[in-house]
T-cell receptor
Framework: AQKITQTQPGMFVQEKEAVTLDCTYDTSDPSYGLFWYKQPSSGEMIFLIY????DQQNATEGRYSLNFQKARKSANLVISASQLGDSAMYFCATGDSNYQLIWGAGTKLIIKP | EAGVTQSPTHLIKTRGQQATLRCSPI?????VYWYQQALGLGLQFLLWYDEGEERNRGNFPPRFSGRQFPNYSSELNVNALELEDSALYLC???????????FGPGTRLLVL
């Protein structure tokens, strides 16, 4: 069965610094997707970025990039030039063969001014 | 384009009552997912509907049920409410056969 592990329960980062949020996954599917979502204190889950297992390039979306290392089964999220509005919970997820998302426990990111 | 909408935003019930939560997916999306998120915890998968059919359900008792209507909107019903049902209930939608899910703002259910 698929599993997502996020080992950082919380992180403090200075504003304008880059931040890397860790995510490792375990799956037996030959083809899979990896997702990152942001959940601010308001509660809404916001889709950030997607990486397909066969994608040659690391996915990027604005200030977000996904550092995909297939051999290590890691899919870390990198946020460049962090902003105060980046303070939120961040969840990593992967899809299974039933189109379900398997979620990690999340990392709480706090950006300090 | 309108995103996923959920109603109500907040709901207060007493133990033993029934709660009904509603979700309208993004236009063109046929899959709707329901999740429960207790305070400070991760997402627990509840139900998945696609094209009017229940496709999968998570490890929740039968008093959690729902349905999907012909316009692909969905309703989650929770019967015989218990205190531990207090949580944020998130609805998400996706295109048929696509993994990327887009979420609504959630309904905060408080059971007293």
């Amino acid at each position: 069965a698929q599993k997502i592990t996020q080992t950082q329960p919380g992180m403090f980062v200075q504003e304008k610094e880059a931040v890397t949020l860790d995510c490792t996954y375990d799956t037996s599917d030959p083809s899979y997707g990896l997702f990152w979502y942001k959940q601010p204190s308001s509660g809404e889950m916001i889709f950030l970025i997607y990486q397909g297992s066969y994608d040659q390039q690391n996915a990027t979306e604005g200030r977000y990039s996904l550092n995909f290392q297939k051999a290590r089964k890691s899919a870390n999220l990198v946020i460049s030039a962090s902003q105060l509005g980046d303070s939120a919970m961040y969840f990593c997820a992967t899809g299974d063969s039933n189109y379900q998302l398997i979620w990690g426990a999340g990392t709480k990111l706090i950006i300090k001014p | 384009e309108a995103g996923v909408t959920q109603s109500p935003t907040h709901l207060i019930k007493t133990r033993g009552q029934q709660a009904t939560l509603r979700c309208s997916p993004i236009s063109g999306h046929t899959s709707v997912y329901w999740y429960q998120q207790a305070l400070g915890l991760g997402l627990q998968f509840l139900l998945w509907y696609d094209e009017g059919e229940e496709r999968n359900r998570g490890n929740f008792p039968p008093r959690f049920s729902g349905r999907q209507f012909p316009n692909y909107s969905s309703e989650l019903n929770v019967n015989a409410l218990e205190l531990e049902d207090s949580a944020l209930y998130l609805c998400a939608s996706s295109w048929h056969g696509q993994e990327t899910q887009y979420f609504g703002p959630g309904t905060r259910l408080l059971v007293l």
